[in-house]
Nanobody, 123 residues
């Protein structure tokens, strides 16, 4: 089992920045690719970003590319999502997730999930 705990609940104005963190415990963190997904009100859960086990490869949804940055610190068992130039349409519950397969996140799937953290961007 992998336990994931997100932090960084925030209310921010459009154009602002916010960093989400996700602390992992349980199995070896570096054995898992990590991803961030989100669910906006009334919408399906969608892929946001993913990072490989080593951190060398990163992937982004078109809607956040060049604004968001995913990173990880395997020594701290933590993955981050730096969000810049936030837009009201980024408002959603953001979920940290872990999976052996980096491509799972892009299908909206993952083996392990955090509880989610609310991000609200006001216009």
């Amino acid at each position: 089992q992998v336990q994931l705990v997100e932090s960084g609940v925030g209310l921010v104005q459009a154009g602002g920045s916010l960093r989400l963190s996700c602390a992992a415990s349980g199995r070896t963190f570096s054995n898992y690719a990590m991803g961030w997904l989100r669910r906006a009100p009334g919408k399906e859960r969608e892929f946001v970003a993913a990072i490989s086990r080593s951190g060398e490869a990163t992937y982004y949804a078109d809607s956040v590319n060049s604004r968001f940055t995913i990173s990880r610190d395997n020594a701290k068992n933590t993955v981050y999502l730096q969000m810049n130039s936030l837009k009201p349409e980024d408002t959603a519950v953001y979920y940290c997730s872990a999976d052996n397969n980096r491509w799972a996140f892009m299908r909206g799937e993952a083996e392990y999930w955090g509880q989610g953290t609310q991000v609200t961007v006001s216009s």
